[in-house]
């Protein structure tokens, strides 16, 4: 950065101008340096984000607009396609499952790590001993490698010799093909990613209820208010603006969510549990022969997803800072 | 306080049972890392590793060294590069607040949305180009971009709460700016810095898809791709795979006990604003 020394005595000079005299340059005149060098801080980061986020973007709807084969993708010149590729992959028969099993997946996955994470933040709320060890220890599967916690899942719904079929034994349930049936294998990395995620609704959820002032409690308390009414009159209205950032945000990531279904059933079989994201792996990397153009099709379809959900995010989180 | 009546203790009891059904998996993992082969498909299965075997653990360190070492590497790297990126920035961003700051900002948020498929297919495109699929570097530019948006959001928060007068002593000290970011700034941001690590860390470790997508065909491939290849060819040693795993999980549980606070704070930080 050969400017800095430059902008930085500028900035010096600011700082004494103002300390001197508070009559001295004009306001505009002398925040400019301040400005550049500002934007020098930044600079790294914006170089990084133009070519490590804006560029493979680029190159991806460059992917997805040609014909590429395994030769001209080394060595350039496919030819242009037009919106061939998504139309291929539109009229493909396996779009429609495919977009359902990736509402589903999402929607359920939603809808019970909220729940469960609600549930749990709730409980962990009433301090009790030992309540902030556990409520770490709660953090574990958050923290474990993805491959990790899809392997241990993998073995504990083995079909064999899974404890989760043993177990089923016990009560006299016959064993289930967990990930080896078209019927159970999007259940089943359902089962897993909801395990996944109820750590990030659980903190999320409990630092949304601690900012909720203990007043409203004791009044309700004086009204004679169960616990049932307290929750439904204070603790959920009031923690609307959290849970609805809980839920977007796990909406973004669920949509993203990769590594546990290709771990453990690679979306299958015969892409019974196939969402966007592991259909466009498998097009790009899962096959001998890649097929770079459909994969980087869907995957632009699934950031269109994932953008409308971040919009309105960032629309909420707006919103709930102006008031 | 009500610490220690006895509806509290009756609540500690609940909240036992529950954090050991939520952590039955990860107990599970450990046991079947010790279990025997041939007891490997006892009906029913051992609860506990009765007639335990550290074989699992041997093979670990006969094959899964190098990934170990590899994936320590390119964390160590993406933390460096993550740290090197974002601390300047969030303190553009908090303190000097340039004209364009907020878009940026925007523009951080939306980076954070892109699915990580997308980045891996316009990363191997370029990779191939530029020669350096399949190396170290390579793979660490890639695992920044998890952290990245992330850790400016996160230094912004943080360093927006620094009180100026903190920072307009030091300009009237004579301190340029760069030497009050160094001197003054980097050092109050040090629990930022730890949660910035922790997670940039954490990320490149247990990345899965670049690595498969970019580094899947060298000779330098982290542990997540060690344990891939394990199921892959070898779906008979449970015990192998599952001892990998829960090496592959000794950094997580590290960080946990040392840093609790940090963790915490950096899941609610991205979610949740003051």
């Known amino acids: 950065m050969p400017s800095t020394t430059e902008t930085s005595t500028a900035v010096r000079d600011q700082g004494g101008a103002a300390n001197a005299a508070p009559s001295g340059p004009p306001p505009s005149r002398a925040r400019r340096p301040n400005r550049w060098l500002a934007w020098g801080f930044l600079a790294p980061v914006t170089i990084y984000l133009v070519a490590f986020y804006a560029y493979p973007l680029y190159r991806n709807v460059e992917l997805s607009l040609r014909e590429y084969t395994v030769r001209s993708f080394v060595q350039g010149g496919a030819p242009f396609a037009g919106l061939d590729n998504y139309r291929t992959v539109l009229t493909d028969p396996a779009f429609g499952p495919t977009l359902t099993h990736t509402v589903v997946f999402t929607a359920a996955s939603l809808a019970f790590q909220f729940t469960i994470g609600m549930a749990l933040a709730l409980f962990f709320y009433n301090h009790f001993p030992l309540s902030r060890t556990l409520r770490a220890l709660f953090l574990v599967p958050w923290l474990l490698p993805l491959i990790v916690s899809a392997s241990t899942w993998s073995w504990l719904l083995n079909s064999d010799s899974g404890l989760v079929n043993s177990a089923l034994g016990v009560v006299g349930i016959d064993p289930v093909n967990w990930l080896t049936s078209p019927g159970w294998s999007l259940t089943s990395v359902i089962i897993a990613n909801i395990w996944i995620g109820i750590p990030f609704n659980l903190v999320v959820l409990y630092s949304g209820l601690q900012a909720i002032p203990t007043e409203m409690y004791e009044a309700s308390a004086l009204d004679g208010a169960t616990g049932w009414q307290r929750f439904w009159g204070i603790t959920f209205p009031l923690l609307r603006p959290v849970s609805l950032i809980t839920l977007l945000l796990g909406l973004i990531y669920t949509l993203k969510v990769f590594d546990i279904i290709w771990i453990m059933t690679k979306g299958g079989p015969t892409s019974s549990s196939a969402t966007l994201a592991t259909w466009s792996y498998r097009l790009g990397f899962g096959n001998l022969l890649p097929e770079f153009g459909p994969g980087a099709a869907i995957g632009n379809l699934l950031i269109v997803l994932a953008l409308v959900a971040g919009l309105v995010y960032i629309r909420i989180e707006r919103r709930q800072q102006l008031r | 306080m009500t610490t ?57 360190l006969d094959q899964q060294l190098p990934y170990l070492g590899t994936s320590f590497l390119v964390g160590l790297g993406t933390v460096a590069l993550t740290v090197a990126l974002a601390a300047p920035a969030g303190y553009a961003l908090a303190k000097l607040r340039p004209p364009g700051g ?62 100026d007068e903190l920072l307009q002593a030091a300009v009237v000290d004579g301190a340029g700016q760069l030497r009050t970011f160094w001197s003054v700034v980097l050092p109050v941001s040090r629990n930022s810095i730890v949660t910035v690590s922790l997670f940039a860390f954490l990320w490149s470790w247990s990345d899965f898809i670049f690595a498969s997508t970019l580094a899947g065909g060298g000779d330098h491939q982290p542990i997540t791709l060690g344990i891939y290849h394990y199921i892959g060819n070898n779906n008979q040693q449970w015990n192998a795979i599952m001892a990998t795993a829960v090496v592959a999980s000794i950094p997580a549980a590290v960080l946990l006990i040392l840093a609790q606070r940090y963790v915490s704070m950096g899941v609610t930080a991205g979610a949740v604003k003051d």
Do not use: C, E
């Open chain 2, 4 to 60: 220690s009546t006895p509806r509290a203790w009756w609540k500690t009891g609940v909240g036992l049972v529950l954090t050991g059904l939520m952590l039955f998996p990860v107990y599970w993992m450990i046991n079947v890392s010790f279990t025997r082969d041939q007891d490997m498909r006892a009906s029913p299965p051992h609860l506990f590793p009765t007639n335990g075997t550290l074989d699992g653990y041997r093979a670990v």
């Open chain 2, 102 to 163: 907020p878009a940026l900002s925007f523009v951080l948020l939306i980076a954070q949305m892109i699915p990580g498929i997308i980045m891996a297919m316009g990363f191997y495109a370029i990779f191939l180009t530029l020669g350096v699929l399949n190396t170290l570097p390579g793979l660490i530019l890639a695992d920044t971009t998890l952290a990245v948006p992330f850790a400016v959001l996160i230094f912004t928060a943080f360093m927006s709460g620094i009180p």
